[in-house]
């Protein structure tokens, strides 16, 4: 997939074509339907070889898995990912990889690997964004191998997703490829009110071959720390969650390797950051 996305951003037949596969509605429609058809079943072999899957850790159907979806969001075995049980402690929504900007400045700007980009743009929406400035940022990364059933990083209540349109392009970052995809890519959003970490938005964006987002709570729903929360349908993905100013104390190595550009990587239930203290 990786040596795919490259001739696509760096070959001159590539780039002509790219525009029109990571636009095409028809395209990812067709990649959901093959990924959960049973016909799909006999690529999981290949997918836990290619990908390099342990499947050790997962809750393996009798039989095995039924679909490439299945396989792609698996559950994991509670031991395998125990939650931080620490009130104060936010935690890795997903095995991923981790950036995290701490404080955005006054307009909720931040970059992530040399792209800027801001919260209005990542949210949609104006009048949401304006509670994120100077806040903080955490953008998790999920490639192929990781589990695309992403939790909540906290207890709170969670609102109804929001879908902004957009396109397919691939997230994973690549010389040359300084295209705010996070902003232009189709997205959901959803709110999660907190007592201790206020109102975290969250931030669920597809990539090149994710045909679709699926969420897992009902608007309003009571949800805890750890539990799960949307489901990225094959290819790799992206969580942007941005907090209010003053919620998250982030660890300064993560900060400093964030600089650096840097993507740290993290398991889900494991903590990412803390609440300041009281």
């Known amino acids: ?30 990649v959901e339907r093959l990924a959960d058809s049973p016909a799909s079943a006999r690529l999981v072999p290949w997918a836990v070889r290619s990908w390099g899957i342990d499947l050790a850790e997962a809750v393996v159907p009798p039989g095995g898995f039924p679909t490439l ?20 402690v936010l935690v890795s929504p997903a095995d991923a990889r981790l950036l995290a900007v701490s404080p955005l400045d006054a307009a909720g700007r931040l970059e992530v690997k040399g792209v800027g980009y801001d919260a209005a743009g990542l949210l949609g929406d104006e009048d949401l964004a304006r509670g994120y400035a100077g806040g903080a940022a955490l953008v998790f990364r999920l490639y192929l191998a990781d589990v695309h059933r992403l939790a909540f990083p906290c207890d709170g209540v969670v609102s109804a997703p ?29 709110t999660l009110d ?11 964006v597809g990539g090149f071959l994710v045909a679709s987002i699926r969420h897992l709570a009902p ?15 094959l290819g790799g993905s992206t969580l942007v969650l941005l907090a209010p100013p003053g919620a998250l104390e982030v660890p300064p190595a993560l900060l400093a390797a964030s ?8 398991r889900l239930g494991a903590a990412v950051a803390r609440a300041p203290a009281a």
């Open 1 to 30: 997939m990786e040596r795919f996305l490259d001739w696509l951003h760096h070959s001159p037949l590539g780039r002509r074509l790219r525009p029109l596969l990571t636009g095409s509605r028809l395209l990812h429609a067709a």
């Open 69 to 88: 979806n299945a396989l792609f969001t698996r559950t994991l075995r509670p031991e395998a990912r125990p939650v931080d049980p620490d009130p104060a």
């Open 162 to 190: 929001r879908l902004v349109p957009g396109g397919f392009e691939s997230v994973s970052p690549r010389p040359g490829h300084r295209e705010p995809v996070l902003q232009r890519n189709r997205r959901t959003v959803t």
């Open 194 to 204: 907190t007592g201790r970490f206020g109102r975290l938005a969250l931030v669920d």
């Open 219 to 233: 608007a309003g729903a009571r949800v805890s720390k750890g539990e799960a929360r949307s489901l990225f349908r």
């Open 259 to 266: 600089a650096r550009g840097e993507e740290t990587p993290v």
